[in-house]
Every structure is written in C-alpha cells, then in structure tokens.
C-alpha cells in the first residue's frame, strides 16, 4: 500500500459505543500497514501542551553549567542531560540535546543473581534553578499515561484479545521514559542526522512535537513519508514489542529525524509507555483471519528483539550512550559483547 502521509485516528470515537468499533478498525489497520499515525480527540488540554513547550524551552536555555551539572554521565542510570551530539543512532552522532526521565524510582539492590538491566532502575537528575519542569514533566505523565493504557485495551479488543490483557504487564511500576528534547540548525555541510533510522525498543510511544515544526520522516515500502506536525494531535508509533506480541501482525516502523537548516530549532517531547521492566510482553492467539496475515517477527542479527522490555531496553541504552555504560558498567558492556 503506497501512502505519502500517515492516518488520522480519534480517540474520542472509542468513548462512543454507537463508533468505538470503527475506531479500533482504524487503529488495527493503521499500525499493521503503517505502524504511525496521527491521534487527536484525546483530551490533553491545550494549556498544558503550551506548558509544556514553554518549560523544555527554559531548560535548554539555562547556562551550559547548570544543565551540565545534571549530565547523564552523572547516573548510572542513563537519567539526566545528553550534551549536543551525545548521543548515537546506528553508531552515528545524533545532533540534539535532551534531559531523559524515567520513572522515579529507588536505584535496585543488586546482586550477583541480578538481572543486567536493572541498573535501568534509579532516581532522576532535576536542574535545580528549574523546578518547574518536574511538575510540567509529572502532570504530563500522568495525562499520557491514562491515553497510553486507553491506546492498548483498544488495541487489545481489536486484534481479539481481553481487554485487560497488557494490564499484568503494566500493572506495577510501569517503565516510562521521556524524552525533552532541541533540534538546533545543523551547520552547513555538517550533515542532517536529527536523530537516525530506528525502531523505538518498547511498546508504545506517544510524540509531540513543537507546532509547525517539521523533520520527522517515517520509512514506508522503502520511501520516507515526511510526518510534520499536526495542531494538537499527537504522533503514536508501536515499538518492537508490540511486534512480538502479534508475531509480526503489527509491526515496528523506522523512523528519522532530520536536522532543521540554518538557524532553525524544533522542541520534541517522545513518551515512551512500556511494562515492568521484568514483564514478558503477552503472545497473542491472533483470530485466524489476522494471524494468516502475520509475517513473524523482525530477524536482524544486528538487532535481535527481546521479549522482555527490561533486556530490550537495556540493549537500546548501551548502544545510545557507550559513554555513561563505560564509566558505570564496564563488566555488563562485555559480558553483551560476548552474546
């Protein structure tokens, strides 16, 4: 199927039982062809988008100490800032600064029994000369994450299964990751890499993205199908998860970034929804009509997909950040190495 833009899909059509079932026609189709789409009707009030925008604007303009100060570098738990050309996206620099936060938890106890990605687990850095961003960033996680679990009971029912299948996976301390993150203006001649070609390693992700700010290109049939914003929708992908739960029916889309040119910059806030970091992702027994169209999931021996999220995501934090996994958790970069 040849598309040159992604779908649009209503939430609010699921809040009505007379459309509920043409919505999660739309949403299974949606992300078994394309794997992204648009969602509006979801109720986020447009006042806490506003701050939101407003907030990572003030965080990346405070002085390079004070977000240095903060570097994830510090965490041996990949929380934190990420300096301009950071991080790595198939081994490539990306040309973005962000703040990562996750979850807020206790770091774990570990032992010689742990599993590796626990060190995932842990508290986050805050710049202290900006204490509104933890109650942006917390009052923005709690609205995705109600629309995150709305997302996945609908896609539950339409591919056949319980509504509350995924609810043992995200019951308990569901692993959230967001990202805030700038997009300068590449320097002539320096490249466009944003952020390079991928598969998000979870479940779900929910994407705003600055209004009017565009960059974001989704790979379809072997083209890039550009994804500018559209006001107040947000941008939904599933993640490689999702793949492994329908045994490739739905399937985990590549996605770029490419850099604004000249003195252009494009704030981005990605919300990653993913289970316990323990949970196994549940294997659905797809209907036979949807099963005979799965494909199986994704073989790539230079990204092999795990079914629990914590060494999926594990595997995605090494290869971003060498630099934090060198200085905190040598022993566990050889010991992937080695697999």
């Given at each position: 199927m040849s598309i040159t833009s992604l779908p649009v899909l209503d939430l609010s059509l699921a809040q009505n039982p007379d459309t509920a079932e043409q919505f999660r026609t739309q949403l299974r189709e949606a992300t078994h062809e394309v794997g992204?789409?648009?969602?509006?009707?979801?109720?986020?009030?447009?006042?806490?988008?506003?701050?939101?925008?407003?907030?990572?604007?003030?965080?990346?303009?405070?002085?390079?100490?004070?977000?240095?100060?903060?570097?994830?570098?510090?965490?041996?738990?990949?929380?934190?800032?990420?300096?301009?050309?950071?991080?790595l996206t198939e081994g490539k620099q990306d040309w973005r600064e962000q703040i990562d936060i996750g979850a807020e938890q206790p770091a774990a106890e570990r032992t010689d029994a742990s599993p590796a990605w626990e060190i995932l687990q842990g508290p986050n850095q805050w710049p202290d000369a900006l204490p509104e961003l933890r109650d942006v960033i917390?009052?923005?996680?709690?609205?995705?994450?109600?629309?995150?679990?709305?997302?996945?009971?609908?896609?539950?029912?339409?591919?056949?299964?319980?509504?509350?299948i995924f609810d043992d996976a995200f019951a308990h301390d569901p692993s959230i990751l967001i990202k805030v993150v700038r997009y300068p203006g590449r320097p002539k001649g320096a490249?466009?890499?944003?952020?390079?070609?991928?598969?998000?390693?979870?479940?779900?992700?929910?994407?705003?993205?600055?209004?009017?700010?565009?960059?974001?290109?989704?790979?379809?049939?072997?083209?890039?199908?550009?994804?500018?914003?559209?006001?107040?929708?947000?941008?939904?992908?599933?993640?490689?998860?999702?793949?492994?739960?329908?045994?490739?029916?739905?399937k985990a889309t590549v996605h770029r970034v490419v850099s604004p040119e000249g003195d252009g910059e494009r704030i981005s806030v990605p919300f990653f929804f993913n289970p316990n970091y323990a949970a196994q992702i549940p294997e659905f027994d797809l209907p036979p009509e949807l099963a005979a169209r799965a494909t199986g999931v994704t073989v790539d021996a230079n990204n092999p997909i795990h079914d629990s999220y914590g060494a999926n995501a594990l595997k995605s934090r090494l290869r971003a950040h060498p630099d934090v996994a060198a200085r905190w958790w040598p022993d566990i970069v050889a010991a992937q190495s080695a697999t």
């Amino acid at each position: 199927m040849s598309i040159t833009s992604l779908p649009v899909l209503d939430l609010s059509l699921a809040q009505n039982p007379d459309t509920a079932e043409q919505f999660r026609t739309q949403l299974r189709e949606a992300t078994h062809e394309v794997g992204f789409f648009y969602l509006v009707g979801h109720g986020i009030p447009d006042e806490l988008q506003r701050r939101l925008l407003a907030v990572a604007r003030e965080f990346f303009a405070l002085p390079t100490a004070e977000k240095l100060a903060i570097e994830n570098v510090r965490s041996p738990h990949f929380r934190g800032y990420t300096r301009l050309g950071g991080e790595l996206t198939e081994g490539k620099q990306d040309w973005r600064e962000q703040i990562d936060i996750g979850a807020e938890q206790p770091a774990a106890e570990r032992t010689d029994a742990s599993p590796a990605w626990e060190i995932l687990q842990g508290p986050n850095q805050w710049p202290d000369a900006l204490p509104e961003l933890r109650d942006v960033i917390t009052e923005w996680n709690d609205t995705l994450t109600s629309i995150a679990l709305s997302l996945l009971r609908e896609w539950a029912v339409a591919l056949g299964q319980d509504a509350n299948i995924f609810d043992d996976a995200f019951a308990h301390d569901p692993s959230i990751l967001i990202k805030v993150v700038r997009y300068p203006g590449r320097p002539k001649g320096a490249g466009s890499q944003g952020v390079g070609g991928h598969k998000d390693a979870g479940v779900l992700t929910l994407l705003y993205v600055e209004p009017g700010k565009g960059g974001l290109q989704v790979e379809h049939d072997g083209d890039w199908i550009d994804a500018p914003p559209i006001d107040g929708a947000l941008v939904v992908n599933i993640g490689e998860l999702l793949e492994v739960a329908t045994g490739g029916y739905l399937k985990a889309t590549v996605h770029r970034v490419v850099s604004p040119e000249g003195d252009g910059e494009r704030i981005s806030v990605p919300f990653f929804f993913n289970p316990n970091y323990a949970a196994q992702i549940p294997e659905f027994d797809l209907p036979p009509e949807l099963a005979a169209r799965a494909t199986g999931v994704t073989v790539d021996a230079n990204n092999p997909i795990h079914d629990s999220y914590g060494a999926n995501a594990l595997k995605s934090r090494l290869r971003a950040h060498p630099d934090v996994a060198a200085r905190w958790w040598p022993d566990i970069v050889a010991a992937q190495s080695a697999t």
